[in-house]
């Protein structure tokens, strides 16, 4: 960690926070770098899309409120049409949250996080305080009574499993903040398949919670750019104001629609990255290296006195791209390195303890 404060704000003026989000893409033969899913839909999955594609009127606009998609996912999650929000992947959902709960007010975010939740409120103008986790990337109950009684926040942003650092928000630091936060509660849940650990249930206790999926993940369509939220009727009336008229295209709401009939083979796939994200931490902890335990599809690490920056490129001299974290507010530069399949993962491991010789 940058500092050993466990728990202070961050004026806007001090703060660092990167004015572009950029993820280099290198050409490579293994990249692990974006957090995508090695895997790919089922061919059946892209012949039915295709099938289904013929019979769109794309001379007509789609559905401007994408009711089929959403009765879809509130049938996934046990929940009314009016719960479900669907965007341009989960970034537009992020985006559309902001412009339509934080005017005239801030969006309060615990670093390190997920880039975007800053980036995007960047963008738009929206005043960002930063509140830092401790020195185990958690947020500090103790701490707490600060954060959700700051009026100037109109909403907090968590990410559970985090990113990049992989662990879990504690539910019960969730339900802290829903019961005693007078503005909106957004868990954003991108990886939460990865991990057992879902808030989702909380949704019927506290109105002011919104809960973020994506199908950049699990769903193995980062491709596809859809992402959802689910939320109190009010609040998802509120973001369907703020969208733009026909956002969601017509092959993007029938793929969403036919991946949710994959389900069981989307688990298998979920279920191969979990295995292979446990057994290259064991693997990892062999190394030289500070490894951090993750509930996500990546794993954060960085070399035991070596510069993390060296090893980042020393790996792409050997035709492999992670990702070098050095843009995270509150970071010491590290590495995370994205689940790919298991043949991909032992060329990583074979590269890793060879480049760890020599940098």
């Not at 289904?52 to 879809?72: G, H, K, M, T």
């Not at 996912?73 to 970034?91: P, Q, R, T």
């Not at 335990?293 to 792409?316: G, T, V």
């Amino acid at each position: 960690m940058v500092s050993k404060d466990t728990f202070r704000q961050i004026d806007s003026a001090e703060a660092k926070i990167p004015s572009t989000y950029f993820s280099p893409q290198v050409q490579v033969a293994i990249r692990l770098n974006s957090n995508e899913s090695p895997y790919s839909l089922p061919v059946a999955w892209q012949k039915e899309l295709a099938s289904a594609v013929e019979s769109i009127q794309f001379n007509r606009y789609p559905d401007r409120f994408a009711l089929n998609l959403r009765s879809a996912l509130a049938n996934y999650h046990s929940k009314n049409v009016e719960n479900i929000f669907v965007a341009n992947g989960s970034n537009e959902v992020i985006q559309s949250i902001y412009l339509a709960l934080s005017i005239r007010s801030k969006v309060g975010l615990f670093e390190p996080t997920y880039l975007l939740h800053s980036h995007i409120a960047n963008i738009l103008g929206v005043p960002v305080v930063q509140f830092l986790r401790n020195d185990e990337f958690k947020i500090d109950k103790s701490t707490l009574d600060n954060v959700v009684s700051n009026r100037e926040l109109s909403i907090i942003m968590l990410c559970s499993p985090n990113n990049p650092t992989g662990n879990c928000e504690d539910l019960s630091t969730v339900e802290y903040i829903c019961s005693n936060f007078d503005g909106v509660v957004v868990l954003d849940e991108a990886y939460v398949q990865f991990s057992n650990k879902s808030g989702i249930e909380l949704l019927e206790k506290y109105e002011n919670l919104i809960v973020i999926r994506t199908f950049s993940k699990t769903w193995s369509a980062a491709g596809l750019r859809l992402g959802y939220c689910i939320g109190s009727g009010t609040v998802i009336e509120r973001l369907q104001n703020v969208s733009l008229p026909y956002h969601l295209d017509s092959i993007k709401q029938v793929a969403g629609i036919l991946a949710l009939e994959y389900q069981d083979e989307i688990q298998l796939a979920t279920n191969k990255i979990i295995n292979q994200r446990n057994e290259t931490y064991k693997l990892l902890k062999k190394l030289p290296l500070q490894v951090y335990e993750s509930e996500a599809n990546f794993i954060m690490f960085r070399p035991l006195n070596k510069q993390s920056q060296k090893l980042f490129n020393a790996l792409i001299e050997k035709s492999i791209l992670i990702r070098y974290l050095d843009s995270f507010f509150n970071l010491e530069p590290a590495l995370r390195v994205t689940m790919g399949t298991p043949e991909e993962m032992d060329r990583f491991h074979e590269a890793l303890e060879d480049c760890l010789k020599y940098i």
